[in-house]
């Protein structure tokens, strides 16, 4: 069975401090992987996406940036937080090609101050 | 380009009462639809998909049906529990994105 594991689960950081959010998923080979960020009480915006090793493809810009320096890892970071960046990240992996279903991981809980 | 609409931003019932979350999409061609359930404080679970027209999703009591000619995907389920209380979102499959609706929170009246 398949494991998506996020860490860390919780940070709070202040403003103008680097990020790093990490992503593994366990028992599945060249997924494709995914970003998410969701606002308290919103919906889901998708970040970046990616299906190989490598390769990032930006979705949307904010101020973040994304790598996956292995099949089974996918990297979200920032080198100057912002008070905008507060909220839910949420990594998310699906089987390649275009028609299939995303599964999400247990998500990081961001509070910037 | 490719949208999704829900309309209802909250719905309060009562145990054993029948739901209905309105899903209304906008996309050329047959997008693959999605229903996911999202409880607080977790990453959203997929309930279950459709890609034809006509085609019915169900999962956990919960059930959808593709309509190509109304452009929906509205949620059902016959009776609901205290457990179904959750945010609920509609999206569509839009080449490696998802596009989600706004979400829809169901409360579940004492």
């Known amino acids: 069975a398949q494991t998506i594991h996020q860490w860390p689960v919780a940070e709070i950081k202040a403003v103008g401090s680097p990020l790093s959010l990490g992503c593994t998923i366990k028992?599945?080979?060249?997924?494709?992987l995914y970003w998410y960020w969701q606002a308290t009480g919103g919906t889901l915006q998708q970040l970046f996406y990616?299906?190989?090793?490598?390769?990032v493809e930006s979705v949307v810009q904010l101020n973040l940036s994304a790598s996956r320096p292995k099949d089974d890892q996918f990297i979200l970071s920032t080198e100057k937080l912002l008070l905008s960046h507060s909220g839910f990240y949420l990594c998310?992996?699906?089987?390649?090609?275009?028609?299939?279903?995303?599964?999400f991981g247990p998500g990081t809980r961001l509070t910037v101050l | 380009g490719d949208s999704v609409t829900q309309t209802e931003g909250q719905v309060a019932l009562s145990e054993e009462d029948f739901l209905t979350i309105h899903c209304n999409y906008s996309?050329?061609?047959?997008?693959?639809l999605f229903w996911y359930v999202q409880y607080p404080g977790e990453g959203p679970q997929l309930l279950f998909r459709?890609?034809?027209d006509k085609e019915k999703g169900s999962s956990r009591g919960f059930e959808a049906t593709y309509d190509k000619g109304t452009t929906s995907f509205h949620l059902r389920k016959a009776s609901v529990q205290e457990s179904d209380s959750a945010v609920y979102y509609c999206?569509?499959?839009?080449?490696?994105?998802?596009?989600w609706g706004s979400g829809t929170k169901l409360i579940i009246k004492p």
């Open positions: 028992g599945k080979s060249s997924p494709n």
């Open positions: 990616s299906i190989t090793v490598g390769q």
């Open positions: 998310a992996w699906s089987l390649g090609g275009r028609s299939y279903e995303q599964y």
């Open positions: 996309a050329s061609g047959y997008p693959t």
């Open positions: 999206a569509l499959r839009s080449n490696y994105q998802l596009i």
């Open positions: 459709a890609s034809r």
